[in-house]
């Protein structure tokens, strides 16, 4: 693997005793020696950092990895400010190698900001999703980007499973009469309904589809779901759902649609308002995937209209939401900020993988090749 | 089956064409010849009762069965005013054959209601649960009372395992922050769990809860159950649920639980603060059964404490909860008035089995034997 501006050195790695031979395939050392400037970008933990010990994910746990990477001789500076000309971010970027990020508050690596970023070798996202980074700028000039997959997709698919419940089931019209007094049965049970014999289709069934699909299995829905590819025979045995070709074919069968593919330059913006129109009337909308694959202004008019008769997800765009985002206000919402993704379970797992990166980034060694997104100039193809 | 004050006359039932011999069981007819008048009590639509077409469950909708009743020669009243001594239902005590009722909308049965319903025959609950009645009257007058066995079972299990994991995934500090203008990811995840890897025990292992368990079967939890009898094999090894025999040794074990039983005397406040105290510091507990199951006071001061992490569910003692409630301004609560049963599927499947045993009454026929919670004087094993 070609780093930027990496001093080229070529290792040969013995994989187990038994081994002689060089290996046919030579290795580029990941990281020139000595002492490395690490940046990591994290959301605030504030009175809640020491509440937990577990909860490693804020600025003030730092992933629980400062011990470790100092006691090696490496700088490690973490903040949450990532914003603008004068945030503290920005005085990092000319001299740090490695930036650690996360798409819950996401530190926008732009192609002005690599191109600034004279000593950067390594973006790594500490979770799955990097559509923060301009990839093309990273693989235009060596960069590697890389990700913890499958840190988080246990998580993300149990929260869509309570988001598509909590929309069904019409649960937070009862949540509001409870706080605010009332009781009116009527007001909640005229549109809840049960999961049971519903139609549900998920757009894109990688990872986190097919483990939604699995928890799917037992409500005995009608499940459906699109993607590039058909999964394997097993897995459409055990979840029982039906490939769907065309998009377009499937999106209008669904009582409820859950988004789960990466923000692309093809997915931007692909729920517009032509789209949300040929749905059925009532659609549920999942979206933990990315805000920006939805027209915002669309998916206002249409939970305004009745079109859409729910709609929940932890992703927007921009994040985190400004105070006056609309969808804030819009009716049947269930959103929540960014967070499906980093429950406490999840953020060890996160944590621990990224130690895992940097741990192989220091020795020269790979990382697995799955967490690759961009690698020696190529962006990997769930991006393209 | 003996009914009060009916005219007592046996029929012999021909259980198809090959049987000659007359059952060795003699049935009575339930109901006497001629019009009957018939109660019914339910919540109020208004707004909402015509919004839906399937919205039977209010008193506008009546379950969709007064012109079948009404072209049959019977009396339907319908109403949602049910207590003090000048209710509507009140005035029809004296003189009604059939009182229909939920659990979401109680119409509390009591003795000396039962002592002034001279015509009185048959009480039917439209959905599970006849904690509202006083069963051991019914059974001493020969009144018979009866449930929809099994009508909404599904929507009570989907209900619970959508509660369960909006408490675990600590959905709505997510949800408040949303509407108030926030974004504070720490605020939600330094106590965000996945559910996968926790231990979760249900205190009942009846229909609701054997559904429970087969939908929390793929998220690869530690389920434990607690019952008087050990559930089929066949169930155990498909969901991979442990029979505990002693539930104080259960519930310790448990980061949720879930009570999924009727509320009887025995069972009646037996969440109190010792037996509170003894579960596990942040359990989350889950009651969408009985709210008099809990001791109202010990669960406030548990939540307010931390020793109870969350608590969710939609049955409260009384219902409806006064204003004053002190559940709904508890931290950690995710409540919601009494809904989960009534979903409009649910709805449809309660009406459907509401008038079949309406049906069944005119015709003096047995009513589904899983139905009968009074019947010749004997209560339903489960009540007792």
């Not at 013995?14 to 400037?37: D, N, Q, T, Y």
């Not at 699909?213 to 979840?239: G, I, V, W």
């Amino acid at each position: 693997m070609a780093m930027k501006r990496a001093t080229a050195s070529v290792i040969r790695t013995v994989w187990g005793s038994g081994v002689v031979e060089p290996l046919p395939i030579s290795r580029s050392l990941h990281a020139s020696p000595g002492s490395k400037k690490i940046v990591g970008v994290f959301y605030k933990g504030n009175e809640y950092a020491s509440s937990n010990p577990n909860f490693v994910g804020c600025v003030e746990n730092a992933l629980g990895i400062s011990q470790w990477l100092e006691s090696q001789g490496h700088q490690y500076i973490v903040t949450d400010d990532k914003e603008g000309p004068n945030c503290e971010l920005e005085k990092h970027i000319p001299d740090l190698h490695v930036l650690i990020s996360t798409p819950f508050h996401p530190a926008y690596v732009t192609a002005e900001r690599i191109k600034k970023a004279k000593n950067l070798q390594l973006l790594l996202t500490a979770r799955i999703g990097s559509d923060h980074i301009d990839l093309q700028a990273a693989a235009d000039t060596g960069v590697t980007v890389a990700e913890v997959t499958g840190c988080n997709v246990v998580s993300v698919a149990e929260d869509e499973l309570m988001r598509i419940l909590i929309l069904v089931r019409n649960f937070l019209p009862g949540y509001h009469q409870v706080i605010n007094g009332d009781w009116k049965v009527a007001g909640i049970s005229h549109r809840a309904y049960d999961l049971e014999g519903k139609t549900v289709g998920t757009v894109g069934a990688g990872r986190i589809g097919k483990l939604l699909l699995q928890r799917l299995k037992p409500f005995n829905c009608n499940l459906l779901y699109h993607d590039r590819l058909k999964m394997e025979l097993e897995m459409e045995a055990q979840t029982g759902a039906k490939f769907e070709e065309d998009l377009d074919v499937m999106l209008p069968k669904c009582d409820v649609i859950v988004i789960n593919m990466p923000l692309t330059e093809k997915t931007r913006g692909m729920f517009d308002k032509e789209r949300i129109a040929k749905l059925k009337k009532g659609v549920l909308i999942l979206n933990n995937a990315r805000g920006a694959i939805m027209d915002t202004e669309a998916v206002v008019e249409a939970c305004s209209s009745g079109q859409i008769g729910g709609y929940s997800g932890d992703v927007w765009h921009p994040q985190p939401a400004p105070k006056d985002h609309p969808w804030r206000g819009m009716p049947n919402q269930a959103m929540t900020p960014h967070v499906s993704g980093t429950t406490i379970d999840a953020q060890l797992r996160y944590a621990a993988g990224t130690k895992d990166m940097l741990d192989r980034y220091f020795k020269g060694e790979e990382f697995p090749a799955q967490n690759y997104i961009v690698k020696e100039g190529k962006i990997a193809s769930q991006y393209l």
